[in-house]
């Protein structure tokens, strides 16, 4: 009892110095297609996430302005396309005999890291924490009949496949399998709920249990696992309530303490709402005795961490180069488990025995690459065939899909350079390089009629405009395409001039730092400070082209209605765009280690990592009209240069940016990095 209580006054004063949880708004990006994102209550990296379903739903169950509740569900996946998934394990207090409909409306809600609150009209107030695998929920009914509907057929879209459940007490367990996002693939999780007093449970129709009671507070504990039902239940914890609430809280605390920022206070709360959904996924589906279920059904063993859930298509661009920097330690097993996708089973989208809910794999090449480049292990004859037999089996059938897989190719070359391997290496060059073929034929003329238009000629949400400039691995021979340096700075200029240009999705999202490779960089540093914080112009949503409800607002929004209409946040893919520009960096290329430099959006920027030193970020002359940079010093030398390496920033030191609010057209001319699909950088 006296352990306890130390525990509880020590956890209560490591709670009171919780800088960066107190700055979250987790109801950011909540409300309509305006992110898809939830305020439920989570832990970085779980596979659980307890959060409200609410009557209408939306990608992640939840709207922020309904009022009306369906109960509470133990997974989602943040900001994804096809109506999302998840949502399994519903959860749904009522009062009387049973639950009926609109019993449940919402009069009171909050929430913060880890913890989700809500207080609904007849009486039932709800609360719920998460710490790592094991949540607990935590109920207070009015006096009277009452209880719990268990409904373990729910999912989102309706994507429920198969459940199988054990009743033993007042515990049920079992599993449930569900298709995952865009129906591609199946999930398994397990899981097992217990109630902290007696229930009595009743079956009432197919995947549906009622569990009485005459308690009017009623906690309880659930455990999920993509192993077994044993490891569910042993990732329940026997704590009380609020020590597992501030447990959560210092965890969150601790990993949202990777990057201190400094400056105003309503835009540090705004890095870290949009930080905090950087670090929500992917998923840790390894046990901690290292057991763990494969992407094709079969029970493996790690010695480190594994980890699912993917959208790599979208967040390779942002949110797992942020990772890379931010989590040294989690990213190597990162790494690991996407190498691992070849060895057990990849797909696009997704495989028949998922062990958590996920979205699509592609690009993974491109990560891996970049992982090696920044010094991350990686066994890559272990898994050569597989990778060679995705490359061989790329699409080049529509224009934006030969770039995107010369990409893919460009990348398979450049490891097996890194390898040693010059005849490989040299066979996926030349395949690399015949994206030009395909970027003759359709990018090249921008006079024909469909250039702004929505998926013209097959494309994947985006333009011809925008899909154009989707050759990051060779922008040296993509300028020579354009017709040399002029032409190439014209035809950006005619991007943003005319506001060709897309937030609301990912394919354009390298652009604003594209004028880089030209003499004019400083253009990159003003384009990326007004996307940042500045009113834009949004002429382009998921669905609709050019010219229908077009927006002119902020971008990022610290508010339900976070981003434009129809931009989800992808899995911490926007999230993690302004996260990076934010410290003043973006990758110039995923699979090179290298980052350009822009004006950071705060006076002062800290990365901090377990065991390193430091890496701060210092501007003189802060101000949001100094946009451009003038001069750059690294531990206290001049660069003339507007890029920085990867271990530079990992090594820690000091990096100081002085800025101006005119350009100063000559900063970084004598030292330009260049992706060229010719050079070994």
Not at 71 to 97: A, I
Not at 486 to 496: K, M, N
Request: net charge negative; with cysteine.
């Amino acid at each position: 009892m006296k352990k306890s209580l130390i525990y509880l006054l020590s956890l209560l004063s490591l709670s009171a110095v919780a800088q960066q949880t107190g700055q979250v708004n987790v109801f950011l990006g909540s409300s309509g297609d305006h992110g898809q994102m939830s305020p439920s209550a989570s832990y970085p990296f779980s596979m659980l996430s307890i959060g409200p379903e609410t009557y209408p739903d939306t990608h992640t169950g939840y709207e922020y302005l309904a009022k009306e509740f369906l109960g509470f569900t133990h997974n989602r996946m943040e900001g994804v396309g096809c109506q999302g998934c998840g949502g399994n394990l519903l959860v749904r207090p009522f009062l009387g005999d049973g639950p009926v409909k609109a019993d449940l409306i919402k009069y009171e809600e909050q929430a913060s890291p880890g913890h989700y609150h809500v207080g609904f009209t007849n009486g039932i107030k709800a609360s719920f924490t998460v710490y790592k695998n094991g949540g607990q929920h935590q109920y207070h009914f009015p006096t009277g009949k009452k209880g719990l509907l268990l409904d373990l057929g729910h999912a989102h879209v309706g994507r429920f496949v198969a459940e199988e459940h054990t009743i033993d007490g007042n515990a049920v367990s079992g599993w449930i399998e569900s298709k995952t996002t865009c129906s591609a693939g199946v999930y398994r999780i397990y899981y097992y709920l217990e109630t902290d007093h007696p229930v009595k449970w009743t079956a009432t129709q197919a995947h549906e249990l009622v569990a009485a009671t005459t308690e009017d507070d009623l906690d309880v504990r659930v455990g999920l696992s993509s192993v077994g039902t044993s490891y569910a239940k042993a990732a329940i914890t026997r704590d009380a309530f609020d020590v597992v609430k501030r447990k959560s809280e210092l965890d969150w605390n601790n990993a949202l303490g990777h990057i201190k920022v400094k400056g105003d206070p309503a835009r540090e709360k705004l890095f870290y709402s949009l930080f905090y959904r950087s670090i929500q996924s992917p998923y840790i589906v390894s046990e901690p005795d290292g057991t763990y279920t494969a992407t094709d059904g079969s029970l493996q063993h790690t010695s480190g961490k594994i980890y699912n859930g993917w959208a790599i298509w979208d967040n390779y661009r942002a949110q797992l180069p942020l990772l890379s920097i931010a989590f040294p330690q989690e990213y190597q097993d990162m790494t690991t488990s996407i190498a691992g996708l070849y060895q057990h089973g990849k797909k696009d989208y997704a495989t028949l025995h998922e062990p958590s809910i996920t979205v699509r794999t592609e690009h993974a090449i491109v990560v891996l690459l970049d992982a090696m480049k920044k010094g991350y292990k990686l066994d890559f004859k272990a898994i050569a065939d597989s990778v060679e037999t995705e490359i061989k089996n790329l699409d080049y059938a529509h224009p934006d899909k030969a770039l995107e897989s010369s990409y893919d190719a460009w990348a398979l070359s450049e490891i097996y350079y890194t390898l040693k391997d010059k005849t490989r290496g040299d066979q996926y060059r030349q395949q690399a390089a015949g994206y030009k073929k395909y970027w003759e034929k359709d990018f090249q003329d921008l006079t024909r009629r469909d250039v702004d238009r929505m998926q013209a000629r097959g494309l994947y949400q985006g333009t011809i405009w925008q899909y154009r400039w989707f050759v990051p691995f060779d922008l040296k021979g993509l300028m020579e395409l354009c017709g040399g340096e002029q032409a190439y700075i014209s035809q950006l200029d005619e991007f943003f001039g005319n506001d060709y240009y897309c937030h609301a999705n990912q394919p354009d999202l390298q652009v604003p730092f594209m004028y880089n490779v030209t003499n004019q960089p400083w253009k990159s540093q003003a384009v990326i400070h007004k996307i940042a914080v500045d009113t834009m112009i949004q002429h382009y949503f998921n669905d609709n082209s050019r010219g229908i409800g077009s927006e002119i607002d902020l971008i990022y929004k610290n508010q339900p209605a976070a981003y434009v209409r129809t931009m989800d946040d992808d899995a911490g893919t926007m999230s993690s765009w302004f996260v990076l520009v934010s410290t003043g960096i973006f990758p110039a290329c995923i699979g090179s280690p290298v980052y350009y430099l822009n004006v950071p959006l705060f006076e002062s920027v800290e990365w901090q990592w377990p065991g390193g030193k430091p890496f701060s970020v210092h501007v003189k002359n802060f101000s949001d009209r100094n946009v451009y940079i003038h001069e750059v010093w690294l531990n206290g030398k001049k660069l003339d240069r507007n890029w920085i390496t990867h271990s530079e920033i990992t090594n820690g030191g000091k990096l100081e940016i002085v800025a101006g609010d005119k350009p100063d057209e000559k900063q970084g001319l004598s030292n330009k990095w260049i992706a060229e699909i010719g050079s070994r950088q």
